[in-house]
């Protein structure tokens, strides 16, 4: 990838230099041809319980992987697939990236608050056609993406969540909707090289009824949300469900190659997040 300005990547003020230094020697240590391994190696630690992260709160290192909570009226909501999806996305990460990259032990899940959102530059989005923000909820975040911060929106299927998302989104910028991506933007390019739109699926659709998509969502897409300086700011993985797969990956009926997608797609966003 080209020179990277330090300057630029610290005018939004709140990213560590630490966290920006380790992650710029990720992207120059490993380049955007790695590859990770045919089936990870769950010889690694288990991921803890809640009951023993109470009793012993994990090491927090330069990175956190976090969680948006979020108001819903559906079952689940920001609390699918958690933590199992968000612990073993940090296992991959602590295990596949070798680098300087410090994590933390544990992922954390983030109140819909000024003071818990700017701890965090990325934040996961998990079943945001559920998602329900208050004038205060898109205040906020409206003012923690345009001082840098990142969003993933994930796992939301179907005409009927796509314009769901669409008018959660319009409570936070008014004046902005997502645009499609499409595979030559850096985003995709800035760690791994990723040449295809990968609809990942649900473990049950694929394991049980031979199918990668549900409630109509048939065709994967990509798009985003932009600042005015055309930063991506808001990342929306249509029609898939990234955190399924990190969930599952360690599950020999789960399909590899859709587990690796997930990684991969994952591990773009946090250094684009980190370096842009």
Not at 53 to 75: I, K, M
Request: proline share 7%; with cysteine; charged share 25%.
């Amino acid at each position: 990838m080209g020179r990277i300005r330090l300057g630029s990547l610290l005018r939004r003020g709140w990213i560590p230099l630490g966290v920006t230094a380790l992650l710029l020697l990720l992207v120059w240590s490993e380049g955007a041809g790695q590859r990770l391994p045919r089936r990870p190696d769950f010889s690694w630690p288990s991921p803890r319980s809640r009951q023993e992260r109470a009793r012993q709160p994990g090491r927090v290192g330069e990175f956190t992987f976090a969680r948006l909570e979020y108001a819903s009226d559906g079952w689940g909501g920001w609390t699918t697939d958690y933590p199992k999806a968000d612990e073993q996305f940090l296992l991959g990460m602590r295990h596949w990236v070798r680098s300087g990259l410090d994590l933390s032990d544990d992922p954390v899940s983030v109140a819909m608050d000024r003071h818990d959102l700017f701890r965090h530059p990325f934040l996961y989005v998990v079943e945001p056609g559920q998602m329900e923000l208050s004038a205060e909820d898109a205040s906020a975040l409206r003012e923690y993406l345009l001082r840098g911060g990142f969003l993933l929106l994930d796992d939301f299927w179907g005409e009927y969540e796509w314009a769901h998302v669409q008018r959660q989104l319009l409570l936070v910028f008014p004046d902005r909707s997502p645009q499609p991506l499409s595979l030559d933007h850096p985003v995709f390019h800035c760690y791994f090289d990723l040449t295809q739109v990968v609809q990942v699926p649900n473990y049950h659709n694929i394991v049980y009824r031979g199918r990668t998509h549900e409630k109509g969502g048939v065709r994967p897409s990509y798009w985003g949300l932009f600042d005015e300086e055309e930063r991506l700011m808001v990342f929306l993985a249509r029609n898939s469900d990234n955190g399924d797969a990190w969930e599952w990956i360690d599950d020999p009926g789960y399909p590899l190659p859709y587990g690796l997608a997930a990684y991969k797609l994952a591990t773009n966003l946090i250094v684009y997040a980190m370096t842009h």
